[in-house]
Every structure is written in structure tokens, then in C-alpha cells.
């Protein structure tokens, strides 16, 4: 059955809105090709669809009914007050930043001075300078390829990481993307984050909003990451209070011998998210911590989609990822584990937990193993449920109030995952990101 | 201590590519032309006198299997199948209308004999255990014929073909068929419909409990045939069952297909057991021929309180694609799933289950093994749903995975999905290889390699074992010994 399937208006819109923006966008003759070229594969595949596998549970052709504006040399009068208000907690954290505001690096607000070993480059740069393989990401799923291949046409800015072998960097490196003003629009960016051997760094990357701005807008994220030898990185991303947004960020990361990442990735407040993540063991013994927290209310749907490709000897992954659902939120946790044929003394654990506050809330969790190699530890789990009456009646019995005692009950199970996050400013910020979050829900 | 001897013994005496039931008996039969078509469908009700309801039947089935395409999602790859180059009808041709036991074709009995099933009924009651099964013997596609139909009719259960359901029980068939696994369910539930030939029929009436265990033997003798069975099984109000139900094959160098629908219907507090034991052709140790084994089973807990519970033995077929599932719509059912999947030489399986909770209070529990040794692939693919109205639903999923050499694959692909937030689901799994802290200890006590994996294999799918009715047990612990060899050390 070959049934040409009918373009939706915002593929259509996607597509041939290429030509009218093209010029704006930055980069040499070469990046305009490699722009033109995956305008091209974008086309071919048309948005996600629930008929994608990895697309079950997000079906963005239904869910994305139009096309927004893109967002392209942005104006805006944005104050540094206004990024430190839009970070909220974490606003608090005294660290270099870039920021991006509707896509576009804006260096008034950024903060780069006094770190040393570490170059950072607004993608844009690059791209004039004629960085257009930067452009050439792919993914294995068709629908993540298809939004890839969008944020290569399109991709206005971004950060460009490089940090130098043996570079120890104590406070945390920023990278905030900011909405401001008062169209929705559609935003595309792009990090590139090279970790020499044996540096040591956290790099944190948020998307948030200035109060009062839009709530609505498109996002498109991408962010690559190599880690060398020995490296140590942690890589934090926070999306919060962006309202009615469609926000779809996919991270690609690689990882040397013997190095160690460490990842989380904290949402709350988004309308629909989908955060993909691809790591590949490239180099042997490597060790893998993805994490996260997802809180969720009213109509937000949030998906999360891992897969682990162990492709080398001796490596080690975790996942822990725990949701707060209330209202008619629906949350999706799907990890895939991949362990190659000679990936062997392989370990690798994944667990998922979603606890529901409503009757009406949802999730769906899809832990998946796909193994070849016969000398490997893997496990995983998944579990879904309300509250425990026997917790909160053990707390009340106490003497502690209901609403406390709910209180008590959720941040810990949120606790456990945000205890991953190595740097102690960001973990606390974020704690008390989800402690405001969660005191609207007990 | 000496089952696991006698599993060495097994795994010592037997080959991968010495399939036990691989021979072949020599029976005239009466086959329809290859190929399918409206014809052939027509051909088949009529060779089974079926009335007028069931040929219509059948064509809408075929209709709507035209309209359909093979599914491609499992994880299993295999040359794409003929269906026209297939035979969809052989009978024994000695089976017309046997009268009692010795009418049927000596060669049969033989062949059963061979097979260990004892259909004479002085065997049975002479059994060494003193159980009484009764059998239900199905040979290519033509019930044979069935034991003990007359006690069992004393108590008002019906054990019969599905053929001769439809002529003596048409009500039951005609309110009961397809309602489990509808006619255009999928791909191979279609073609089913469409030509299946026979199968058993249980009706157990209300408040009785079966006073014996029920058992059907499945045997694809002829070559390029379909073996398409149909089994509709259903318990009344307050009865109980357990069913059992094993299948071989011949050695053939082509694949043959088994594409079966098995239907189960729970009423009010009643409660249905059905283990299978499968064990089809798997192919040689090259990956020459084998079974594809394309199956849909369902059970239906129509009624309050009622339990379905599948217990199942994977060890044959060349591709195994089969989840036995249960639709948990009365409330306070409760449905199991107790699975060991072994694979070995280039079999693939891809099985799983599926737990739909739709009443309230409803719970399920699902034990699946998979061990993989030689070139084969092993995935668990399962579904747990909640549904809104599914308050107070509860599943433990517990999937662990062995391999046994480096050559093999293990995968789990569960889907967990919860819509009410009442529901309780946990699902764990791991994958490993036998630890070798284990196989020292073993060895350290006297053991040699081979016996302290078969102790260590033994110990991994006990779970599974204990709810094996009793007279599968030891077949099951030799299967286990069989299927692994070639893969120690």
C-alpha cells in the first residue's frame, strides 16, 4: 500500500517557508548548501508520527498544527534583570553564562570574562567562518532525524564549547536560552560542546522565560557532546515555566575511555517537551549517569526518550528518572539499552518512576534491552503509582498534618533523583525549583 | 538431584539437529490443491459439513485477510512467505467418522505412541501417576480423535473437536467464536479464520469443576501444509479448568506454518489453566527449516472474579510469534502469564504477554524466562495497560533474560502504561550470564561444568516449573536439557 500520505500545514509551512528566511540566516556559501540540503531530507520524512515507533507516544504531526514565525536577529530590550528573574533559582548561581535570547546570542547579557582553558564561540561565528559540518547530525529514528535535519536549515545560534585537555573548571558553565517579548515564535539553536582529555567541567543549559513574556512558542534544541579521555563532565539541562510550548531538544553525546558523564535533565511547566537523548560509548570503561526529574500538570505532556548504545567493553550506565503527574498530565519514559556484541563486562541499570498525584494523570513507560553480548549485568525497572497510604498514615500517625505529610512524601521521591547532580548549587536551586512547583500541587 | 542427572543424560543423548519427534508417518491423506482462494475456503467447510453461518463466516474472514498486510514489528526476520505455495487442508484419510479407538489407522496410534501420548484409555487410567487427561489429538489439521468424552459428559463438559462443535453445539460456537480474537484481529488471526480447520472445544457449565486435566496433542505431519487450528475454551460461572496442550512436527527442510487462534472465556468466579508445552521443529543447527510458529492466543475474564492463567514451555519452532494475553474486564479478575522461552541453534523468538486492565481491582503477574544460547535471538515483548476505569489495577512484571555464549541476543521490549492513577505496576528485568561465582561454587561441591549450568538453568526458571501441571514437569525438565545443548562448554 503506497498511499502518499498528505502533508500537514505545518510541514508545509516548514518546508517552503525555507525560502523566505534563508537569507537571514548566518553562515558562509557552503552552510547555506548544507542548509538547503537538509531543508531537503526534512521533507522527505515530514514531522514525527505516532507510526514511528519512537513516536507511540508523542504524535507531533497531530499535536503541531501550525508552523510559528522563526525567531531570527532578535531585537528585544532585555535586561540582565531580566535573565536573573527568568532563571529563578537559579539566577542565584555566581557563574559564567552565555545567553541567548530568542535565538540569538546576546552578548551585553553574557558573562564570559575570567575562565580560563575554556573557549566559547556563539554558534554564529562558526557558521559565518564556515563550520557547516557542524550541520551534518543524524539520528537513527526517522523522526528524529526529520527534526534534526529542521534544526540544521534552520539553527540561528548557539554555543560553541571547547574546553581544553586537563582544564578543571569549579563553577558551573551557563548556557541560557531565553524567550522574551510578546510573539510567539519559533526558536533554533544549536550546542556544540568538546571536552578535552582530563578536563573536569558542568555545563548547564536552560530554557526559560521572562515573566510577562508570550507563553507559547517552538523550540528546537540540539546539543552535541564529545568527551575525551578520562573527562569528567556533568551536563545539566532545566526547562521550566514556558507555558503552552512545543519544546524538542535532542542531545547526541559520545564518550571517551574511561570517562565519566553525568547528565540531568529537570522539566517543569512545559506544555509538551520531548528531550532525546543518544550516548555512545566510543572509547572502553566509560562511565554513563543520565537522570532526571519531570513535573507535570494541567494538559503537559512530557516525554523523554534515552537510548544507550554500549558499543565498547567495560562501560557502566545509569538512569534514574522519577515524574510528579497531576491533572490530566501525561508523562513517557522510553530507554533503550543497547549492548553490543562486543561490549562485554558491561553493567548497566535503568529505572522509572512516576508518581501520580490525579486519577486523570498517565504514564507510559517503555524500558527497553537489546542485548548481545553474554558477559553483561543489565537491569531495569519501571513503576507507576499514586501516593502510599501506608507512608502517609505512618507520617500522620506521627502527628504530622496530611498536607505535610504529602509534602514530605513527594520531595523525597523528587529528591532522590535531584541528589544526582553533582554541583551543590545547581542541585540546590533546582530542589527548591521543584519544591515551589510541588507546593501548588499538595 | 536426579532430575538434574537426567537432564545431563537428555542433553548428553540428544543433538540439536536430533529432534526427537522428527520422523515422519507414512498415512495416506486427502489434501485440498495448493494455494488459497474463495474456493479452498468453500472446500474446507464443506469437508467439515458446516453450516451455512460458518462459510460466511470464513469468507469475511478471507476478505478481510486479502485487505491486510504481514506485520513486520517483531524483532524476527525470515524469507518472505507464499501463501499460495502452501496446502491449507490434509486430513488423515482414515478419519472419517471413527467410531472408537480401533478404527483409527494403526500407523496414527503408532505415531502417537511414539510421541508418549497415551490416548488408549486403560493406558491413561494406568498411568503411573493415576491421572486421568483427556486428549484431544489433532493430526495436520483433522481432530483424530478424543478421549474420554464419556465421563466427562456425565459431569456436562463438553471435550470435543471444533468441528464437531459447530454440528452439535451450534449456539455456544456461534455466541462464543471470534468474540476473544475478532476476525480481522491481525494478519495471521485473519488467515486463521479463513481456513482454520479444527481444534478442541471445552465448555465446562457452571459451577463444575473439570474432574480431569484436558490435554491436545498438535502434529504437522504433511509436508507445505499450514497447520491452522482453532481452540475455543469456556468456562461457566464458578467452573475451573486446566488445559493442556503440546505440539511436534517431522524434520523438513522447508519451513512449515503454524498459525493458530486460541480463545479463552471466563465467566463469573470461574477460572481457566492453560499450559503449553511447544516444541515444533526448530530447524537444524544450521537454521535449515523449522516451524514458524505465528500464534494468537487471548483470554477474556468476562466475568467477576474470574482468573485466567497461561503457563507456557517455548522450546521449538524455528520463529516463535505468540502472546498469550488477557483482557482483565470483570472486576476483581485477575490474569498470569508464566512463560520460559529457550532458544538455541538460529531459532527466534519474540514472545511476550499482554495484560489490558479494564475492571476495577483487577490484578495480573507476569513471570517471563528467556535463556538464549548458539545464533538465536530472545525478546520479551510484552503490554500492561491501566485503563481510566481500571481503579485499583495492579501488575508485578518480572523478566530476566540468560545467555549462554556470545553469539545470541536477549531483549525485553515491555510496554507499561498507566491511565489511572489508582494502578500499582512494577516491572523489573535483567539480563546476565550464568555468574561464575555460581558455576565454582557448583563445581567446588563435585559437579561437572555441564550439570552445574543445567542446576543453575534449573534453579532460573523454577518459577515458571511450579506452575506447570504436574504431568509436564519432567517432560519440561528434559526440554530444557535438549534445547541447551551445543552450548556448554
Redesign the interface.
Known amino acids: 500500500m503506497n498511499v502518499a500520505v498528505m502533508k500537514t500545514r505545518a510541514e508545509v509551512a516548514l518546508t517552503e517557508g525555507f525560502a523566505g528566511v534563508a537569507d537571514a540566516l548566518p553562515g558562509s556559501d557552503e552552510v547555506r548548501q548544507a542548509r538547503t540540503a537538509a531543508i531537503g531530507r526534512f521533507a522527505a520524512h515530514g514531522l514525527p508520527h505516532r507510526r514511528i515507533e519512537e513516536w507511540k507516544y508523542t504524535d507531533l504531526r497531530g499535536v503541531m498544527k501550525d508552523a510559528l514565525p522563526l525567531a531570527v536577529g532578535d531585537q528585544t530590550k532585555t535586561t540582565i534583570a531580566d535573565v536573573i528573574v527568568a532563571m529563578g533559582a537559579l539566577g542565584r548561581i555566581d557563574a559564567p553564562r552565555l545567553v541567548l535570547v530568542n535565538g540569538t546570542y546576546r552578548r551585553e547579557l553574557s558573562n564570559l570574562d575570567g575562565i580560563s582553558g575554556v573557549v566559547v564561540t556563539p554558534l554564529s561565528a562558526a557558521l559565518q567562518a564556515g563550520a557547516s559540518a557542524s550541520l551534518s547530525l543524524d539520528e537513527e529514528d526517522r523522526g528524529s532525524q526529520a527534526l534534526l535535519a529542521l534544526n540544521a536549515a534552520y539553527v540561528t545560534d548557539g554555543a560553541v564549547i571547547d574546553v581544553a585537555a586537563g582544564t578543571k573548571l569549579a563553577e558551573p558553565l551557563l548556557v541560557v536560552h531565553v524567550r522574551a517579548g510578546g510573539i510567539a515564535q519559533r526558536t533554533v539553536s544549536r550546542s556544540q560542546i568538546r571536552v578535552g582529555d582530563g578536563a573536569q567541567v558542568t555545563i548547564v543549559e536552560m530554557f526559560v522565560a521572562v515573566p510577562g513574556s508570550i507563553a507559547d512558542g517552538q523550540t528546537n534544541a540540539a546539543s552535541e557532546v564529545v568527551v575525551g579521555a578520562n573527562a569528567e563532565v556533568g551536563h545539566v539541562k532545566v526547562a521550566m515555566d514556558l507555558g503552552q510550548v512545543i519544546h524538542l531538544a535532542n542531545w547526541l553525546v559520545e564518550l571517551g575511555t574511561d570517562s565519566n558523564y553525568r547528565a540531568f535533565q529537570y522539566t517543569s511547566g512545559v506544555g509538551l517537551a520531548r528531550n532525546q537523548v543518544r550516548t555512545t560509548f566510543k572509547g572502553e570503561n566509560a562511565k554513563l549517569d543520565i537522570s532526571g526529574a519531570f513535573l507535570a500538570r494541567n494538559s503537559e505532556h512530557i516525554d523523554t526518550t534515552l537510548f544507550v548504545d554500549h558499543a565498547t567493553p567495560g562501560g557502566e550506565s545509569r538512569e534514574l528518572f522519577k515524574g510528579v503527574l497531576d491533572g490530566e498530565a501525561r508523562g513517557i519514559f522510553q530507554g533503550k539499552v543497547i549492548v553490543r556484541r562486543d561490549a562485554q563486562k558491561t553493567d548497566g541499570k535503568q529505572m522509572a518512576q512516576a508518581l501520580m498525584l490525579s486519577e486523570t494523570a498517565e504514564f507510559d513507560s517503555k524500558p527497553e534491552l537489546e542485548i548481545y553480548a553474554d558477559d553483561v549485568v543489565c537491569g531495569h525497572g519501571s513503576t507507576s503509582a499514586a501516593l502510599d497510604g501506608e507512608l502517609l498514615f505512618y507520617l500522620r500517625a506521627r502527628g504530622i498534618p496530611l498536607k505535610e505529610a504529602r509534602a514530605l512524601l513527594i520531595q523525597s521521591f523528587i529528591g532522590e533523583a535531584i541528589d544526582k547532580i553533582d554541583n551543590v548549587a545547581v542541585r540546590e536551586a533546582l530542589m527548591s525549583e521543584a519544591e515551589t512547583w510541588l507546593a501548588a500541587s499538595i | 538431584m536426579a532430575a538434574v542427572q537426567e537432564t545431563i543424560d537428555q542433553v548428553k543423548k540428544i543433538d540439536v539437529d536430533q529432534y526427537k519427534y522428527g520422523f515422519e508417518t507414512q498415512i495416506e491423506t486427502v489434501k485440498a490443491p495448493k494455494g488459497l482462494s474463495p474456493d479452498i475456503v468453500r472446500f474446507i467447510s464443506e469437508k467439515k459439513g458446516e453450516p451455512a453461518w460458518m462459510l460466511e463466516w470464513r469468507l469475511d474472514a478471507y476478505e478481510r485477510w486479502l485487505a491486510m ?1 504481514e506485520p513486520t ?1 517483531a524483532k524476527v526476520s525470515y524469507p518472505k512467505i507464499d501463501f499460495q505455495e502452501l496446502y491449507y487442508y490434509a486430513a488423515p484419510k482414515s478419519t472419517e467418522g471413527p467410531k472408537s479407538l480401533d478404527e483409527v489407522d494403526p500407523e496414527l496410534l503408532e505415531t502417537y505412541k511414539k510421541l508418549g501420548i497415551p490416548l488408549k484409555e486403560q493406558e491413561v487410567l494406568a498411568g503411573v501417576q493415576g491421572a486421568k487427561v483427556a486428549v484431544d489429538a489433532v493430526f495436520d489439521s483433522v481432530s483424530v480423535v478424543t478421549t474420554f468424552k464419556k465421563e466427562l459428559a456425565k459431569s456436562g463438559v463438553i471435550f470435543c473437536s471444533i468441528s464437531e462443535a459447530m454440528r452439535e453445539h451450534p449456539d455456544l460456537v456461534k455466541k462464543y467464536l471470534g468474540s476473544v480474537v475478532p476476525k480481522s484481529d491481525n494478519f495471521y488471526a485473519a488467515l486463521n479464520s479463513a481456513v482454520f480447520s479444527d481444534g478442541s472445544f471445552v465448555y465446562i457449565p457452571e459451577g463444575v469443576r473439570c474432574p480431569m486435566e484436558l490435554s491436545t496433542y498438535f502434529r504437522i505431519n504433511e509436508k507445505n501444509t499450514g497447520q491452522f487450528e482453532r481452540t475455543l475454551i469456556i468456562a461457566d460461572k464458578g467452573a475451573y479448568v486446566s488445559y493442556l496442550e503440546g505440539c511436534t512436527a517431522p524434520m523438513r527442510d522447508e519451513h512449515q506454518l503454524h498459525a493458530a487462534v486460541v480463545e479463552l472465556i471466563a465467566l463469573d468466579d470461574a477460572e481457566i489453566k492453560y499450559s503449553t508445552v511447544q516444541n515444533w521443529y526448530p530447524g537444524d543447527k544450521n537454521g535449515k527449516g523449522g516451524v514458524y510458529n505465528f500464534v494468537t492466543k487471548r483470554g477474556d475474564c468476562r466475568g467477576r472474579h474470574s482468573k485466567i492463567s497461561w503457563t507456557q514451555v517455548e522450546t521449538g519452532s524455528a520463529i516463535t510469534w505468540k502472546y498469550p494475553s488477557c483482557i482483565l474486564r470483570g472486576d476483581e479478575s485477575r490474569g498470569e502469564f508464566y512463560s520460559i522461552a529457550i532458544s538455541n541453534g538460529y531459532q527466534q523468538v519474540d514472545s511476550g504477554t499482554k495484560m489490558i486492565h479494564l475492571g476495577k481491582n483487577t490484578s495480573s503477574h507476569i513471570i517471563s524466562k528467556g535463556i538464549a544460547a548458539g545464533h538465536s535471538d530472545n525478546t520479551y515483548r510484552g503490554i500492561v495497560s491501566a485503563h ?1 476505569k481500571a481503579t485499583n489495577a495492579r501488575n508485578f512484571t518480572c523478566c530476566d ?1 540468560l ?4 553469539k ?26 550464568i555468574s561464575e561465582d555460581m558455576l565454582f561454587y557448583c563445581m567446588q561441591r563435585g559437579l561437572s561444568e555441564e550439570e552445574a549450568v543445567a542446576l543453575v538453568v534449573n534453579g532460573f526458571v523454577r518459577d515458571v516449573l511450579q506452575h506447570l501441571p504436574m504431568e509436564f514437569m519432567a517432560e519440561t525438565q528434559k526440554l530444557i536439557g535438549i534445547s541447551l545443548e551445543g552450548s556448554v562448554g
Open positions: 498486510t514489528w481510566r533474560s545467555l549462554i555464549g556470545d545470541c541476543g536477549a531483549h525485553t521490549v515491555p510496554y507499561i502504561e498507566a491511565k489511572n492513577a489508582s494502578a500499582h505496576f512494577e516491572h523489573e528485568a535483567t539480563t546476565s550470564k
